[in-house]
């Protein structure tokens, strides 16, 4: 009864700017959206970004001075605000949410960044 829907990836140039949006439907109760991972082709799920209750922010290394999350409280929705895109960050794009313990990921959202 619980969904997770990313959205907002799309085609991007080298140097431009996507945010990304994760929000929960259905059965939210205790759910907390912990943070973003993606995924490129033949590559394993890497942990990009979480933001934690306390509105901490961290940051893998390939992250750290070009993503922003955040979380609008009101929309129960947590953002990825990414600049400064390179082709490397091409990937789906995944967030992650939680609930007693259990992890939920939503369906991804295609970056692809252009050279």
């Known amino acids: 009864q619980v969904q997770l829907v990313e959205s907002g990836g799309g085609l991007v140039q080298a140097g431009g700017s996507l945010r990304l949006s994760c929000t929960t439907s259905g059965s939210s109760f205790s759910m907390n959206i912990t943070g973003w991972y993606r995924q490129a082709p033949g590559k394993q799920r890497e942990w990009v970004a979480t933001i934690t209750g306390g509105g901490v922010m961290r940051y893998a290394d390939a992250a750290k001075g070009r993503f922003t999350i955040s979380r609008d409280n009101a929309k129960s929705t947590v953002y990825l605000q990414m600049n400064s895109l390179k082709p490397e960050d091409t990937a789906v794009y995944y967030c992650?949410?939680?609930?007693?313990?259990?992890?939920?990921w939503g369906q991804g959202t295609q970056v692809t960044v252009s050279s």
């Open positions: 992650r949410a939680g609930r007693f313990g259990f992890d939920y």
